[in-house]
């Protein structure tokens, strides 16, 4: 399945793209995503997933911990958003 | 002892050209705290319903809170409380910066003020000196050199500030009162300020603010920023501040073409990464480490040298979502020349939004426009518009009236494009991407605020009191109800409203700051702080209730209500009003039918006397 992401503060600097698209196998989860990145663009990936304290991951718009965190199902055409906190408004 | 008050009210009646000054009641503190349990209580009490907003009888009360002036951090805000020109019913409007904590240096606790000037005057404050000073000449002048030229006057430079543009002397309902590029600036207090021919307050003072127990306050203090800098959004807030486009967007919620997508084209633009390009320095309220503010400047495209302190993501929002355009340069241009003119953003931009609109439907057409086009994704007419709202001149002069108001003259289904509540404009956020915070722009009792029950866990993901799903109406009239409360009993100390919308500060420590600060035991425990806070909502309910407000004015426009959100992250959601709407008024005890509190709900929180 192909997937639309979609990158911004650490994440842009780490993999050096603000969108991409990635292309797993059915059936994926987040945490299948997560390591597809980690092993393109290095642990430096995975370990901003797990040390950004507050960091959102919107699945489709919404927050991952509502989808079963990093069990959180994907399918084609889904879009993930890598958004370190932001707050004010 | 009892600190943190200057335990001093001014009273100025503009009409008589007479000060007053008054102590503060005791009962008061207790029952109120301050800063907006203070402004709806006076104002409940000293207006009559019907009083006319531009009339002589309305006032303008200015506060900073108990904790204003102290080295608290994000406690040296002030509010202005009045009745709005452009709701008809009871208003606050609140401001960073600077004037906040001059006004307790001046050894004030509130200005209360009332009449109207025979002519322009300014009002001088200085240390217990108080004048009305000729202001003819600044008339006509923006904000930025109406600073400059009092500043000369007065022969100094740390003099503070708060002052209207020729928005507010001409009467635009949206109108702000502008503090050194901070502003109140929604509701049309600037308006309120032209009507009494006052251009501006000017206040300097020498003083301090005395604290019931020292020791306990420093240790509370520590305990404050101990808990910002553990913070992990304090860093990110402290950079970028309210840059925060590409999370709207990211969420489909972003109003675009007033309210009818949800995201705007190009809005990579707009993003955070783009402003701090941008960034010449950082700036700061009195007393608050967390510096969000930022000048920003441009020095390339059709904006070229333009500059501000800002813009903040609603400004950002004003002038890119509403037109269907992200020109980075434009929401700086129009963020410095709003501030300039004295005009609130927030209603500019979404009037200018709801134009667009009217244009695209051939309801107004170039003969209305003086020949601007406008139409989506085209830009360049906004700065004119600006100018013509400010000035009241061609479309400017309806403009100026708010959506509902212009809406209501222009007919020909106008009516169903001004996005508001209670004559309010929506800001930045689309209800049916944010059910809770839709629900609390639905209720507040101002019209449509984001700032009075701000959904921090619907908008930031923030998990506290619990996780919830933006996109779903079920459980939302208590978590509503909760997020208002909460900010109502901050409120009355003041307290930035971006700190609790981020955690950044416990309801404990502000607890502790409160008593060590004031002496007052109460204000230690958080059940009484959610009682007042509850209190406050109430009595601002009353308020309205007495002007007449009721359920039928808790409505979003036919669009949110039963127009989908076409594409994107909030694809397909509606705002389900009557089942929220049910839901609070549950949660909040009001009547359902009415939405007005009942008899008994009134009498738990000591307000029996609104029954009278």
């Not at chain 2, 434009?330 to 709003?338: F, P």
């Not at chain 2, 200018?352 to 989506?376: N, P, Q, R, S, V």
């Not at chain 2, 609390?440 to 029950?453: E, P, R, S, V, Y």
């Not at chain 2, 923030?462 to 208002?484: A, C, F, H, M």
């Amino acid at each position: 399945m192909k997937l639309e992401v979609l990158f911004f503060g650490k994440f842009r600097d780490i993999t050096g793209v603000s969108r991409t698209e990635a292309v797993i196998e059915d059936g994926s989860r987040l945490a299948d995503l997560v390591n597809y990145f980690g092993a393109q663009y290095g642990k430096e990936f995975a370990e901003n997933v797990d040390g950004i304290p507050g960091l959102r991951i919107l699945v489709n718009g919404r927050e991952y911990y509502l989808l079963g965190r990093m069990e959180a199902p994907l399918s084609d055409g889904t879009t993930v958003v890598f958004l370190p906190p932001v707050a004010g408004g | 002892m009892t600190g943190g008050y200057q335990n001093k009210v001014l009273r100025v009646d503009l009409t008589k050209r007479k000060f007053t000054e008054e102590p503060l009641s005791e009962a008061l503190i207790h029952d109120y705290i301050g800063g907006r349990g203070f402004g709806v209580k006076l104002l409940y009490d000293d207006l009559k319903p019907g009083t006319d907003p531009l009339g002589e009888d309305n006032e303008l009360i200015f506060t900073a809170g108990p904790l204003a002036g102290t080295n608290a951090q994000s406690f040296s805000r002030y509010k202005v409380f009045f009745k709005s020109p452009l709701t008809g019913g009871y208003f606050k409007s609140s401001s960073g910066g600077q004037f906040g904590a001059e006004l307790k240096f001046a050894g004030l606790d509130l200005i209360i003020i009332s009449g109207i000037a025979d002519k322009p005057v300014f009002l001088s404050i200085n240390d217990g000196k108080y004048e009305l000073r000729d202001a003819e000449y600044l008339w006509g002048l923006d904000c930025d050199d109406t600073h400059t030229l009092i500043r000369e006057e007065l022969s100094d430079n740390n003099v503070k500030i708060a002052c209207i543009g020729p928005a507010g002397e001409r009467g635009v309902k949206y109108a702000g009162i502008f503090s050194e590029r901070r502003a109140a600036g929604r509701g049309g207090g600037g308006a309120v300020m032209g009507a009494k021919n006052l251009k501006a307050i000017a206040i300097r003072g020498r003083g301090k603010v005395e604290l019931a127990d020292k020791q306990a306050y420093a240790a509370a203090v520590k305990e404050q920023v101990a808990g910002y800098q553990a913070n992990p959004q304090f860093s990110t807030f402290s950079q970028s501040g309210t840059w925060i486009a590409e999370a709207l967007n990211a969420m489909g919620m972003y109003p675009t073409k007033n309210f009818r997508e949800g995201f705007v084209p190009e809005w990579e633009k707009l993003e955070s990464s783009e402003y701090l390009k941008l960034l010449v320095r950082k700036t700061r309220c009195y007393s608050c480490m967390v510096h969000c503010g930022s000048i920003a400047k441009i020095a390339s495209g059709r904006y070229a040298g333009s500059w501000t302190e800002g813009p903040e993501y609603e400004t950002i929002w004003a002038f890119s979502g509403p037109v269907g355009h992200s020109d980075i340069g434009l929401t700086i241009a129009a963020d410095k020349y709003c501030d300039d003119m004295g005009l609130d953003t927030i209603s500019t931009g979404s009037t200018i939004g709801f134009a667009y609109e009217l244009y695209e439907k051939g309801i107004i057409t170039k003969a209305d426009t003086g020949g601007l086009e406008l139409t989506y994704g085209n830009s360049e007419p906004v700065m004119e518009l600006i100018r013509q709202i400010a000035w009241r001149e061609g479309i400017g002069d309806l403009l100026a009236e708010g959506t509902r108001e212009a809406g209501r003259r222009i007919g020909k289904g106008a009516e169903e494009c001004g996005i508001q509540v209670k004559g309010l404009e929506l800001p930045a956020y689309d209800p049916r991407g944010a059910k809770s915070h839709g629900l609390n722009l639905l209720t507040a009792n101002i019209g449509a605020d984001h700032n009075t029950g701000y959904a921090p866990q619907e908008v930031f993901g923030v998990p506290i009191p619990r996780e919830v799903d933006r996109l779903s109406s079920e459980d939302k009239g208590e978590l509503t109800k909760w997020n208002q409360d909460l900010t109502a009993f901050l409120e009355t100390g003041i307290l930035c409203s971006f700190m609790p919308s981020m955690g950044m500060l416990s309801e404990d420590v502000y607890g502790r700051l409160l008593r060590s600060a004031t002496g007052v035991k109460d204000f230690e425990d958080t059940a009484y702080l959610w009682k007042i806070g509850e209190k406050i909502t109430n009595l601002e309910r009353m308020f309205n209730a007495r002007e007449g407000f009721g359920r039928k004015d808790d409505t979003f426009p036919r669009r949110l209500r039963e127009e989908s959100v076409p594409e994107g992250p909030s694809a397909g959601s509606v705002f389900e009003e009557k089942d929220m709407l049910d839901q609070y008024y549950k949660a909040r005890g009001w009547d359902i039918e009415t939405g007005v509190p009942t008899k008994e709900k009134l009498e738990e929180l000591d307000l029996g006397f609104t029954l009278k």
